[in-house]
């Protein structure tokens, strides 16, 4: 069993920055990869981010890149996504999931984490 616990979310300023952890136990050899998602208030959760495991690959949503990174520290089982411009349209709880993330930008989660909430203020 996997489990993915997220931390980092809170309250932040338009124009600020916020770095969400997503730390991974358990055996995670059915997946290739993390990924970020959220879901704002009223609307579907929506992919922003991914990183595969063994080749470093990554995955933008188009409204996020050049703002956002997505890292990981083997050492340590966790994955980074780091968000700089934050607009209070990236309000929203954002989970971690790993899964399978391929080239053509589909991926099927295998597990998800419990979320952190991010709220940006104008």
């Known amino acids: 069993q996997v489990q993915l616990v997220e931390s980092g979310g809170g309250s932040v300023q338009a124009g600020g920055s916020l770095r969400l952890s997503c730390a991974a136990s358990g055996r995670t050899l059915s997946t290739n990869g993390m990924g970020w998602f959220r879901q704002a208030p009223g609307k579907e959760r929506e992919f922003v981010a991914a990183?595969?495991?063994?080749?470093?690959?990554?995955y933008y949503v188009d409204s996020v890149k050049g703002r956002c990174t997505i890292s990981q520290d083997n050492a340590k089982n966790t994955v980074y996504l780091q968000i700089d411009s934050l607009t209070p349209e990236d309000t929203a709880v954002y989970y971690c999931?790993?899964?399978?993330?391929?080239?053509?930008?589909?991926?099927?989660?295998?597990?998800w984490g419990k979320g952190t909430l991010v709220t940006v203020s104008s």
């Open positions: 999931a790993a899964g399978n993330y391929y080239r053509d930008r589909t991926y099927s989660v295998n597990y």
């Open positions: 990183i595969r495991w063994n080749d470093d690959r990554r």
